[in-house]
């Protein structure tokens, strides 16, 4: 397992020192100026968060996967914006509201967690087909609740300084994104919970003998990954000072990319916080590439979709036997 994290992590680092050379090469040092890395910073949390909701998932086993992601990002911000201002207005007590905005986001990525826990770990639902339907019920709300169009915030000088001022030249958004990644990290590799998590992932037979209890791990799982969405939603309305149903409707296949990409099991039992974070930057920085050399975003979404098929074949293919016999 060493050996495949220290190859998989060489893999990574390499990805992203030859997106830097690509990008100096097409575009020239405009990519590398210090606007444009604070600029991808503050916009790889929306997907780094929520790619470690998908790694949780996909790291319990049992085709665990979380597609609900965004949907429930999109509607911790809806519900954050539409109830906040009756709480602490915002023209009078800011602070009080970006406070109070975080803290309804994160109780609305609370209560989804608790839906999907039920249904993945408790109903014995396929999680595919489990987190589809929340993830439909949940942009459904976020519709009625809206009646489909956006909702501006307005300029909140607190909420807009975290989304968009860096302090010390780094985003306050990527640094929350790595303080909760490295939280999660030590979680995985020190507490029970993480060292059960990759026990029922990896050998679900040896743990339901070694009596971990599976439906509340699961529940908790789920619950786990539906608070960093609940934390998505904040980030998403503080960088864009705006909520709306249907922002990053392409989230979910590059979450899953992201997630595949770092060397993580879909068949569940391994996986490392610091690959996924890898992933989502080598991601976030071909995204950027891709705008400086004006290529649509049909494209990118096509791009996603191969990239995405490539890794999950190439986890499937053990050419060690083919380099053995050409040796």
Do not use: H
């Amino acid at each position: 397992m060493g050996e495949q994290f220290d190859r998989q992590f060489t893999f990574l680092v390499a990805v992203n020192a030859l997106i830097v050379v690509a990008a100096l090469a097409l575009v020239g040092p405009s990519y590398t100026s210090l606007f444009n890395f604070q600029s991808m910073g503050a916009q790889v949390p929306e997907l780094g968060l929520l790619a470690l909701g998908v790694m949780l998932a996909m790291v319990s086993g049992n085709g665990g996967i979380d597609l609900s992601g965004i949907a429930l990002a999109n509607l911790a911000g809806i519900v954050a914006a539409l109830l906040a201002p009756f709480i602490a207005p915002p023209d009078a007590a800011p602070l009080a509201y970006t406070w109070v905005f975080f803290g309804l986001a994160l109780a609305t990525g609370i209560a989804g967690g608790i839906v999907n826990g039920l249904l993945v770990g408790y109903a014995g639902l396929t999680p595919i087909i489990a987190t589809l339907g929340t993830q439909l019920l949940f942009t459904g709300i976020a519709v009625g609740l809206t009646g489909g169009s956006a909702q501006t915030l307005g300029f909140i000088l607190p909420m807009d300084d975290f989304g968009n001022m860096p302090v010390l030249g780094v985003p306050l958004p990527f640094a929350l994104f790595i303080a909760v990644a490295a939280l999660l990290a030590i979680a995985l590799r020190f507490s029970a919970f993480g060292k059960r998590l990759f026990l029922m992932g990896s050998n679900p037979v040896a743990a339901f003998y070694a009596g971990i209890p599976v439906r509340r791990m699961l529940f908790g799982t789920y619950l786990l990954s539906s608070i960093l969405a609940g934390v998505a939603g904040f980030v998403i309305a503080a960088r864009t000072s705006s909520v709306k149903w249907d922002y990053g409707t392409s989230y979910v296949l590059i979450a899953i990319l992201i997630v595949v990409m770092a060397g993580v099991r879909p068949s569940g039992g391994y996986g490392r916080v610091v690959c996924v974070v890898l992933s989502a930057i080598a991601l976030q920085m071909l995204s950027s590439l891709f705008n400086f050399m004006g290529i649509s975003n049909f494209f990118r979404d096509c791009a996603w979709g191969l990239l995405l098929l490539l890794f999950l074949a190439s986890a499937r293919i053990d050419l060690r036997p083919f380099m053995r016999v050409r040796a």
